[in-house]
């Protein structure tokens, strides 16, 4: 747990509880996240910090205070029925009074900048629709809201950017449900809803069993792209990742380059599972095999750049000459002295101002072409032709399809 906990005034009297998550900033835009039926557990503590890494000021309200307070469960058979039974006596009016009032207190502190915006899952999905209903807040994002449905005339008085995410196996908002919603908002470009096949309810809760992490990403890329429009804080994504690579490949710096990562960054070169999770391992690799391992004359040159949100994809060419072992291209190969010419793509990802992850792909047959340990003749490969192609798209096509001429004039 990386927060504290500060107390907040009901409108009608009285205090409760909420967990606050500032980033290392100390400033930034607020959000109010609001809580599934477990109480503000570790869980949302959890995404709670997550959203403050991003660069946000957290405030996780206890909004079954009224109640019991202080209510934090897990995922036991006994805690899921007592789960349900406050659901079942949560007064949802009272529950929305309680998030505005947390959105009064979170636009008062002076770590918030201003913007608040609201999230939640599973219940807390449900009322941060209704808080973009009801309530002066500038984005929403709700994740498998449950009974959404049932309130889809209040959706007329949404003019924030809202995102709503919904998981196709959900019992708790089937297919009925959630085509009723979809269908309600399609003519309304400001409210995106989403649905994610082959997940379930929760695939977001990392500590649940239907936890899946191709669709969390998806989604989380989805929900801050809304946060960052209509909220901030803006990084200059570009920038960030130039500086990373300008400490690997020009001053050959692996403090500095570790610097631009988060505190538990990750590096993944797909095509021999070469890199590093978390600070210590990935600084070794840096240090040992990657950052003063590469040859001489490397050479990046860039091709294209797109940033999102949350990531930059970067294609380049990756050129150099094999004149040493190069331990994370090519583990064990002793030095050809042949040059190489490799497209190569690199999808970055960050939390915030800082790297977080890298996934790096490039085509290690047409490496092992142009190094002379595959025979081209042999298998449907190519050696520095397809960097050749990458730069002149009028080079011949289909130069290893041998049944090419057969379609000619079909």
């Known amino acids: ?57 957290v405030l996780a309200p206890d909004l079954f205070w009224r109640m019991e307070p202080n209510v934090d469960m897990g995922y036991s058979p006994e805690e899921w029925q007592k789960a349900f039974g406050f659901f079942q006596k949560f007064d949802l009016d009272k529950g929305i009074e309680d998030i505005a009032a947390s959105v009064k207190a979170l636009r008062a502190r002076p770590e918030c900048t201003g913007k608040v915006g609201v999230l939640g899952h599973c219940l807390g999905g449900k ?17 498998y809201g449950v009974g959404i449905e049932a309130h889809l005339d209040e959706g007329t008085r949404i003019k924030c950017p809202t995102v709503l995410h919904f998981a196709e196996l959900d019992q708790y908002c089937n297919a009925e449900a959630r085509e009723q919603i979809i269908a309600a908002f399609k003519d309304r470009p400001e409210i995106e809803t989403y649905t994610y096949p082959g997940v379930d309810h ?30 901030g804080p803006r990084y200059d994504l570009s920038a960030l990742w130039d500086a990373h ?11 500095a380059t570790m610097k631009t ?13 070469t890199g590093g999770v978390g600070q210590k391992d990935l600084a070794r690799f840096y240090q040992h095999h990657f950052v003063n ?16 949100a949350d990531r930059v994809v970067d294609e380049m060419l990756f050129c150099f000459t094999h ?8 583990p064990g190969v002793e030095p050809t002295g042949k040059y190489v010419e490799i497209p190569l793509v690199a999808i970055v990802c960050f939390r915030g101002d800082k790297l977080y992850n890298e996934h790096i792909y490039w085509d290690q047959a047409s490496v092992l072409v142009q190094i002379g340990l595959i025979d081209p003749k042999d298998l449907p490969t190519a050696g520095t032709e397809t960097a050749k192609k990458l730069l002149d798209e009028k080079l011949p096509s289909n130069t290893l399809m041998k049944r090419w001429p057969e379609s000619a004039g079909k």
């Open 1 to 57: 747990m990386a927060g504290s906990y500060i107390n907040v005034s009901a409108k009608d009297g009285g205090q409760f509880r909420a967990y606050l998550a500032v980033p290392k900033s100390g400033k930034g835009p607020g959000i109010v996240l609001c809580q599934e039926i477990f109480g503000v557990n570790a869980y949302v503590r959890e995404t709670a910090d997550y959203y403050a890494e991003e660069g946000y000021v």
């Open 127 to 143: 009322l941060a629709y209704l808080t973009a209903a009801r309530v002066d807040v500038d984005a929403a994002v709700g994740y």
């Open 202 to 231: 929760a695939f977001a809760r990392t500590m649940g069993d239907h936890f899946n992490k191709p669709a969390t990403i998806m989604a989380h890329s989805r929900s801050i792209a809304v946060f960052r429009k209509a909220m």
């Open 245 to 255: 690579c300008y400490h690997e490949f020009a001053t050959r710096d692996v403090a």
């Open 261 to 273: 990562m988060v505190d538990q960054p990750y590096v993944n070169h797909i095509p021999t599972m």
């Open 293 to 308: 391992n590469n040859p001489a004359d490397t050479k990046l040159i860039p091709i294209s750049r797109t940033i999102g």
């Open 323 to 330: 004149d040493r072992e190069i331990d994370w291209m090519l």
